[in-house]
């Protein structure tokens, strides 16, 4: 039986320490701010973006949403950037994806000061990440480094593969990897014989948006495995990429969906948002 990783706790854990530094940055009339926009109603976006305020709540930060129509031109997008950019009480934007197909998510990420890109999403920032720099992590893959430091999972010279190559969560997770001295391997769509890389793995992370996609057959002996996966069923629950009932017997750590990565994506991020307001002083 593999020890559950509770993200759920050490996200509640990281939110009390940000809290104290938060009361601390406002007795030095600091007050953290994040901004978020949302373009349309994506209902699933809402969901994460009222997750994100009720954090913030808890911690302290101050929430601004910014709610725009369907229907805005990317120059109305970059506009409004500009003017929050330019907030001096702002400290963090996020830009929730997904937005309307007719928008350049890149060109409205590329626009956000990399000095306020709390995601970690804006090209100076994912290039700081790459060459080893002090930078806004990106939320999830910062989010599962710091799951793997609380439980002492040392990935100096284990193999590392990561199933998913999105900007947001692969990607980053591969300059995150091999700065701890990990060697690893990235696994996507058009990879052949996926088994033969995963069974491989002692530490095996999986971001693909397929429910329960990995089965025990796949993986080696007491392997690591962390499940970034949201899928929602027919009836509601959330599964995620990995079968866990199974994966679980057979691996040594395992991340629960829900209650692994989610609420440690939503902590890293109170967490830019509080170094993006330290950056100022
Ligand atoms: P994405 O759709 O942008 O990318 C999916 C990746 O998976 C692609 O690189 C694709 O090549 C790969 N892939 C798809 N099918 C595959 C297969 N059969 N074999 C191998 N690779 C395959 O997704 P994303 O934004 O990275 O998100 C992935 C999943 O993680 C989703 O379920 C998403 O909801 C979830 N997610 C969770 C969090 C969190 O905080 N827990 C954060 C971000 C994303």
Do not use: W
Request: hydrophobic share 40%; net charge neutral; with cysteine.
């Amino acid at each position: 039986m593999a020890v559950i990783i509770n993200g759920k706790e050490l996200a509640k854990k990281i939110k009390e320490q940000l809290k104290i530094e938060c009361e601390e940055l406002k007795k030095e009339g600091i007050l953290p701010k994040l901004a978020v926009i949302m373009v349309g109603e994506d209902s699933a976006s809402k969901i994460y973006v009222k997750n994100k305020s009720k954090s913030c709540d808890e911690i302290g930060i101050e929430f601004e949403e910014y709610i725009l129509k369907e229907d805005i031109t990317q120059q109305q997008l970059i506009d409004l950037i500009e003017t929050l950019n330019n907030k001096k009480d702002i400290h963090g934007i996020l830009l929730q994806s997904p937005i309307p197909k007719h928008l350049d998510i890149n060109k409205a990420f590329e626009a956000i000061s990399y000095k306020k890109d709390v995601d970690g999403f804006n090209p100076i920032n994912i290039g700081k990440l790459s060459i080893g720099q002090d930078t806004f992590v990106s939320c999830t893959p910062y989010g599962i480094i710091k799951m793997f430091e609380e439980y002492n999972i040392d990935l100096e010279g284990k193999n590392v593969v990561i199933i998913g190559r999105s900007n947001i969560v692969g990607k980053p997770l591969i300059q995150c990897c091999l700065n701890k001295n990990a060697t690893v391997t990235v696994c996507h769509s058009k990879t052949k014989n996926l088994k033969e890389f995963t069974k491989n793995a002692d530490i095996l992370i999986v971001a693909i948006g397929k429910s329960k996609y990995i089965t025990s057959d796949m993986i080696k002996e007491k392997a690591v495995i962390i499940d970034v996966g949201i899928n929602r069923g027919e009836d509601g629950k959330l599964t995620g990429d990995v079968d866990f009932e199974n994966v679980e017997k057979k691996a040594s750590y395992i991340t629960p969906v829900p209650g692994g990565v989610g609420p440690m994506t939503v902590a890293m991020l109170m967490n830019n948002v509080i170094k993006a307001a330290k950056n100022i002083k």
